[in-house]
């Protein structure tokens, strides 16, 4: 078992997984470096939730290796593996799932607070992050009062309230309506390079922001995009430093 490239922070090779006896991952590699943004594409059914499962340590690999810098994360029970996501990575979802008891404000901490944050700091950047995605005016109010599209943005602004190493993005915009994916887009990856967070997201459906590699205001988007069709990844396009190209994000 080597490890992998000292410049890539989220590395895997050969992974394998099948669900009842369905392959759904057949041989996949992937690396990733620091402060990368990577787009996922591909139909429904490609593999695509899957290969984030096993990069984040949600699940196992039946076969391969996933690397997270030189941690073997394949190899991880699953107390290393909970405590790898808390600390260091950060996931949206499709759908928000937010504590019912919790406000807007307190769902967006939660992340600071389980690490021992001091409650008022830990308030302080979740109602930063809220103002960025448009929610902050909703900071004290509980999530069943807020329409999905608001919950949702909730949703992202948790996922990155403590900057995580990598951030996994499970087609994060898909309950937004399609004037809103651009903006939310933007936000994400903006504050993503600011931050030095490294991306991997997944989509069906590139909106009107993914589409290429620069939006309307002429911002990157994404350095780089990879297309799963049938559990394996097709020819992905190189890392920046091999010659950047043009993204292509049909799948």
Same mark, same amino acid.
């Given at each position: 078992?080597?490890?992998?490239? %000292?410049? %890539?922070?989220?590395?895997?090779?050969?992974l394998h997984h099948s669900y009842d006896g369905s392959p759904a991952l057949?041989?996949?590699?992937?690396?990733?470096?620091?402060? =990368?943004? /990577?787009?996922?594409?591909?139909?429904?059914?490609?593999?695509?939730?899957?290969?984030?499962?096993?990069?984040? !340590?949600?699940?196992?690999?039946? #076969?391969?290796?996933?690397?997270?810098?030189? /941690?073997? +994360?394949?190899?991880?029970?699953?107390?290393?593996?909970?405590?790898?996501?808390?600390?260091?990575?950060?996931?949206?979802? !499709?759908?928000?799932?937010?504590?019912? =008891?919790?406000? /807007?404000?307190?769902?967006?901490?939660?992340?600071?607070?389980?690490?021992?944050?001091?409650?008022?700091?830990?308030?302080?950047?979740?109602?930063?992050?809220?103002?960025?995605?448009?929610?902050?005016?909703?900071?004290?109010?509980?999530? @069943?009062?807020?329409?999905r599209h608001l919950r949702q943005r909730v949703a992202i602004a948790r996922?990155?309230?403590?900057?995580?190493? /990598?951030?996994?993005? %499970? @087609?994060?915009? &898909?309950?937004?309506?399609?004037?809103?994916?651009?903006?939310?887009?933007?936000?994400?990856?903006?504050?993503?390079?600011?931050?030095?967070?490294?991306?991997?997201?997944?989509? #069906?459906?590139?909106?009107?922001?993914?589409?290429?590699?620069?939006?309307?205001?002429?911002?990157?988007?994404?350095?780089?995009? +990879?297309?799963?069709? %049938?559990?394996?990844?097709?020819?992905? &396009?190189? #890392?920046?430093? @091999? !010659?950047?190209? @043009?993204?292509?994000?049909?799948?």
């Amino acid at each position: 078992m080597a490890a992998p490239p %000292d410049n %890539d922070v989220l590395w895997a090779r050969g992974l394998h997984h099948s669900y009842d006896g369905s392959p759904a991952l057949r041989g996949v590699t992937l690396a990733l470096r620091e402060g =990368e943004i /990577v787009t996922l594409t591909g139909t429904r059914g490609s593999g695509k939730t899957t290969l984030l499962d096993l990069l984040s !340590g949600r699940r196992l690999p039946q #076969h391969g290796e996933v690397w997270f810098n030189s /941690v073997p +994360v394949h190899t991880l029970g699953r107390p290393a593996r909970e405590r790898l996501r808390r600390e260091r990575f950060g996931w949206i979802g !499709g759908t928000p799932h937010l504590v019912p =008891e919790l406000t /807007v404000w307190e769902n967006t901490a939660l992340p600071l607070l389980l690490a021992g944050a001091r409650p008022r700091a830990a308030r302080g950047s979740a109602r930063e992050w809220l103002d960025r995605l448009d929610a902050g005016d909703c900071a004290d109010l509980r999530p @069943e009062k807020l329409p999905r599209h608001l919950r949702q943005r909730v949703a992202i602004a948790r996922a990155l309230v403590h900057t995580p190493t /990598v951030l996994f993005a %499970d @087609e994060p915009t &898909a309950p937004l309506h399609q004037a809103d994916r651009a903006h939310v887009l933007r936000t994400l990856t903006a504050a993503a390079r600011s931050h030095g967070i490294t991306v991997l997201l997944a989509t #069906h459906d590139p909106g009107p922001g993914l589409t290429g590699p620069r939006d309307p205001a002429g911002t990157t988007l994404a350095d780089r995009s +990879v297309t799963l069709v %049938d559990g394996r990844s097709g020819e992905p &396009a190189p #890392h920046p430093e @091999e !010659g950047r190209t @043009e993204c292509s994000l049909s799948g």
